[in-house]
């Protein structure tokens, strides 16, 4: 039979291991390693691991970390977080900033660890009562979409009845969290557009083709026929993040690259969207003379809760921290998450930890965020209780 701590338990055991779970964060913040690159961060979650007495394996999904604790038997039920960091210049001024220049734990993956690593320590001595099997995923690279992909290409989803997933959520305070059923991050693309003119003087740009000029054209065209020829019921995101061109001050460039992202929810619209902008866009290069190349990426699917994980989360986290400390949703997130490439067939649900302190937080990928650590015992005691919630209704209680 599955064992359920009660929720004092629960809370207790998280009190306990507290202190050494913000050592633990701020050791991994101030050390942040990239997608891909996370060599001594998945080093330190397996140390950890191990002498908890799970079971282990590294490189699974390259730099990923993949621990089991129990029977290897029955149910298998997993957490996935995940362990990169942003090549972002950190300005928090915090004793424990980032040691690395130009690197930062700017989207909370720094919490997400030590939250996973906390649930390790509080199922632990658990390992020889438990009626099923609890999967740790320590993700790689989800910054760059991959990690979750090379994680299930190493079989790391084999056998999983139900997934379970955390974020930050800066716009949550701390000792909340949010749930919602169904949508709650979009599908995304990464959208590549070579614009094509001819060069020549700056001077006389009449008698050349302005590639700049042109890719302005494309950049703000896009945002008036998103609006103009798409349903507005269906909402979807064209931003650009990077353009380059040019080759000196008194040039007309011919050779424009512009990279950006695409966000959509409807699922059959975005699978129409490819065609669409690549249409969109040589349409606008051709009227201004010049010509495009169009290459579009699909990133991730959305995320989809499944509604039954959604209210059985939600229902631990009601015992655990009050009624109204559980905020239901009411809108998805227009954000991608590669932890949709790991739910496909599985039963899954993500949930927003709130981070938000006493001064509020600023957003995801700031160079200033700084989640407030209360929201450590959050996570660890929420996802506690659900993983053991969830095995104890397999062992039919």
Not at 89 to 110: F, I, K, N, W
């Amino acid at each position: 039979m599955a064992v359920l701590l009660s929720s004092e338990q629960i809370q207790v055991l998280v009190a306990s291991q507290l202190q050494e779970l913000v050592a633990i964060r701020r050791h991994l913040h101030a050390h942040p390693e990239l997608s891909g690159n996370e060599h001594q961060t998945a080093a330190l979650v397996a140390g950890e691991l191990r002498k908890l007495g799970w079971r282990v394996q590294e490189g699974v999904g390259r730099t990923g970390v993949l621990a089991e604790l129990g029977p290897g038997a029955g149910p298998v039920v997993a957490l996935r977080v995940d362990m990169d960091a942003l090549p972002v210049e950190e300005r928090t001024g915090l004793p424990y900033a980032s040691v690395h220049q130009g690197l930062m734990h700017a989207c909370g993956h720094d919490i997400h660890t030590s939250v996973g690593l906390g649930v390790a320590r509080v199922l632990a001595p658990l390992a020889q009562q438990l009626a099923g099997t609890v999967r740790l995923l320590f993700q790689p690279a989800e910054e760059t979409a991959q990690g979750a992909a090379w994680m299930r290409a190493d079989g790391a989803m084999e056998g999983v009845d139900a997934l379970f997933g955390v974020h930050v959520f800066p716009s949550l305070p701390v000792g909340s969290i949010g749930v919602r059923s169904g949508s709650l991050t979009a599908a995304a693309g990464e959208l590549e557009v070579e614009v094509l003119g001819e060069g020549g003087h700056g001077a006389r740009p009449h008698q050349s083709t302005d590639a700049i000029w042109i890719a302005a054209r494309v950049v703000s065209g896009l945002q008036e026929a998103i609006s103009r020829r798409l349903d507005a019921l269906h909402p979807v995101v064209v931003s650009f993040g990077r353009i380059e061109g040019g080759k000196a001050f008194n040039v007309i460039a011919d050779h424009v690259r512009l990279l950006g992202t695409v966000r959509c929810l409807d699922l059959e619209l975005h699978a129409q969207l490819p065609a669409w902008i690549e249409e969109t866009v040589q349409a606008i290069c051709k009227g201004y003379g010049g010509e495009a190349r169009v290459r579009y990426r699909c990133i991730s699917p959305p995320v989809h809760n499944d509604p039954a994980l959604t209210q059985l989360l939600a229902d631990a986290a009601t015992e655990l921290l009050g009624r109204d400390q559980v905020l239901w949703l009411e809108q998805p997130s227009l954000g991608a998450e590669d932890f949709a490439e790991l739910q496909q067939g599985t039963p899954a649900t993500m949930f927003r930890l709130g981070v938000a302190g006493p001064k509020g937080c600023t957003p995801l990928h700031s160079n200033s965020f700084d989640a407030d650590e209360g929201a450590l015992a959050v996570g660890v005691q929420v996802l506690s209780a659900s993983l053991l919630q969830w095995l104890a209704r397999q062992d039919g209680r």
